[in-house]
């Protein structure tokens, strides 16, 4: 049988850009070389598409050949007779045009979690892993997604948004806003990931300059209620019957779970499954079912929760659409601990993507006859 052809797409202009590095190189690693031939394909920092001759994402990124991404071309004409990365610029003989069967994005953050890559991916007619362009972009807006679980009866933790607009212009009235919150508080951008942007509010003069760092991210901005609370995360991987994985904890030491505590400071600790009873944990796992279907997903999620210390209440913090891939990362564990190891999870995410191209086939385009 010929082998899959994978075109797969890291990098991108986001912050979470080394973060996609460390991921592809993971996935890569993994796939199986028997089944896939994989195209490394890298978005720099500009946004310009690398293909990699070589064998590293890293290497893609510093010494690719640009290209670009292509739908199929007419039958018998010129171009790819499939969705294809085409080779850049002129002069000389151009390289051939390189056919993708799928594409796995494994972009974190914005221009790659938030609909727009999968806009791209879609427009070009290429199946590709992961939600699809409305699935991404509301998961990746907090104050949509938020309002899209409450009106699913999903519980979320109190918020209220503010424009940047708002926060420069009339900062008295975004202040007497914010009292419907109360204080202690966490301020961030709706739009964003990795904790960029985020901080914990524990005194009034510091509201402002929160709301204000949280701008300087997106033009969006959250004041959330703090929960004192542990951190639950919940996998899921399907299409129309998607599956729960277990429960997993993160322990972060340090303040809240902030940048240096998800890649630096080496102390975060990741339970898999986590110490909570039985009861709990079906809680957990049921909840994130409903809230990737009310966020649209498709694919893969990591839905992330706290589990307030004092009620036991279980809240929603976010869906995460693309969420970090590399073999020590939370998602890939949670489903090696549900009976999904890393490689076995890649071609089931691979299947998933086709077999919802094969679905989207068959959507009818046509107007009906009159
Ligand atoms: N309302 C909240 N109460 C308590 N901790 C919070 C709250 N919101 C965020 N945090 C802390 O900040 C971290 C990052 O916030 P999150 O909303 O998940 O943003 P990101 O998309 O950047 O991961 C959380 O994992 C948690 O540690
Ligand atoms: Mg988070």
Same mark, same amino acid.
């Given at each position: 049988m010929a082998k899959l052809r994978v075109g797969l797409v890291f990098g991108g202009q986001s912050v979470e850009h080394e973060v996609s590095i460390a991921s592809a190189t993971s996935i890569l690693r993994a796939l199986d070389p028997a089944r896939y031939e994989v195209l490394l394909v890298g978005i720099d920092r500009n946004g310009g598409w690398r293909l990699g001759s070589g064998t590293s994402p890293g290497e893609a990124l510093r010494s690719g050949r640009p290209v670009w991404l292509a739908p199929a071309g007419p039958p018998g004409g010129p171009g790819a007779a499939a969705p294809a990365l085409m080779p850049a610029g002129s002069g000389g003989a151009p390289p051939p045009a390189e056919p993708l069967d799928v594409v796995f994005p494994i972009v974190h953050g914005t221009g790659g979690e938030d609909g727009r890559l999968q806009g791209l991916l879609e427009l070009v007619g290429v199946p590709y892993v992961g939600a699809g362009v409305l699935g991404s972009a509301v998961q990746m807006d907090k104050d949509l997604a938020k309002r899209l679980l409450r009106d699913a009866g999903l519980p979320v933790v109190p918020w209220c948004t503010f424009s940047r607009a708002e926060i420069d212009a009339t900062p008295e009235a975004a202040l007497r806003r914010a009292a419907q919150i109360g204080i202690p508080c966490f301020a961030k951008p709706a739009n964003c990931g990795s904790s960029v942007g985020i901080s914990r509010v524990d005194r009034a003069e510091a509201l402002l300059p929160a709301l204000r760092e949280a701008a300087r991210y997106d033009a969006k901005v959250l004041l959330e209620r703090a929960v004192a609370a542990r951190e639950l995360e919940v996998g899921v991987v399907g299409n129309d019957e998607p599956v729960a994985s277990v429960v997993g904890e993160i322990v972060p030491h340090a303040e809240f779970y902030d940048y240096r505590a998800k890649y630096r400071d080496g102390r975060t600790e990741l339970l *898999? &499954?986590? &110490? *909570? &009873?039985e009861p709990t944990a079906e809680r957990a796992r049921s909840l994130a079912l409903r809230a990737f279907r009310a966020l649209e997903g498709r694919g893969l999620a990591r839905v992330d929760f706290f589990l307030e210390r004092s009620t036991e209440a279980l809240f929603v913090n976010e869906v995460n659409s693309l969420p970090g891939f590399t073999e020590v990362s939370m998602f890939p564990r949670l489903f090696e601990a549900s009976g999904l190891p890393y490689p076995a999870l890649l071609d089931r995410l691979i299947e998933l993507a086709l077999e919802h191209a094969e679905h989207r086939r068959r959507v009818a385009l046509e107007a009906p006859e009159r």
């Open positions: *898999v &499954p986590a &110490p *909570v &009873p």
